[in-house]
């Protein structure tokens, strides 16, 4: 019995040592790796990562500045127009222009006539804004122009120019004068110089759609025709 438990203790050492490989044996696998090694599933795995680690910085588009009319002759900001009005006489539209002027830049402003050219030239102005926000303004002076009225039989054209922003005055009693070609070209804080730029254009574009509106006749209604 004795014997007999000697000779299966020998084959059980046998066949353990039997599942352990040598290092110098040729079926060693010399790049396996231990299964029981624990693995940090958040690390890097190679070029993936390395990509997302070094993704591109988001493009920022430069400033636009706003862009406006400047004439080619001239060099001047110029807001101008023709508006075709076919039923309504020179002498009407004349005396629509002189109304307007009048009323708009509070009694008889600071113009030339010449009627026999059936023109106008307005030295005009506007008061001037910024605005934080829809309902909140805040002043900073006034916009001074030219505007020149031509008028014909049916038509008229209109063009401002000379447009300087004229601060407020400080301390010394001066006020800041700047035209608008500098404010459009400047490379000094250029955010602030096209801001009032934006400013002046919104202003600008209101009085216009108001000066067309009062050069339009006024509706005739027949009272006989009911």
Known sequence: MKRVLLILCSIFSYCAMAQVQDPASPGFDMGATDSTT???PFAPDGEGSESEQQAPAPVVKPYERIKLNVDSVTNLITYTGVIEQEESPSDSLYMRAKKWAEKQFGGKPSYQTDKRNQKLVINGYLEAYSYSNKYTKKSIGRYNFKMTVWIKEG????AITNLVHEGIKGNAGEATRNYFEYY?????????SDQTLRY?????NKMIDGFVKAMKDPVFVDEEDW
Not at 184 to 192: E, Q
């Open 200 to 204: 002046a254009d919104k202003e600008l």
């Open 184 to 192: 459009y070209t400047t490379t000094i804080n250029v955010k602030g």
């Open 155 to 158: 038509r008229y054209r209109y």
């Open 38 to 40: 624990t693995q940090n």
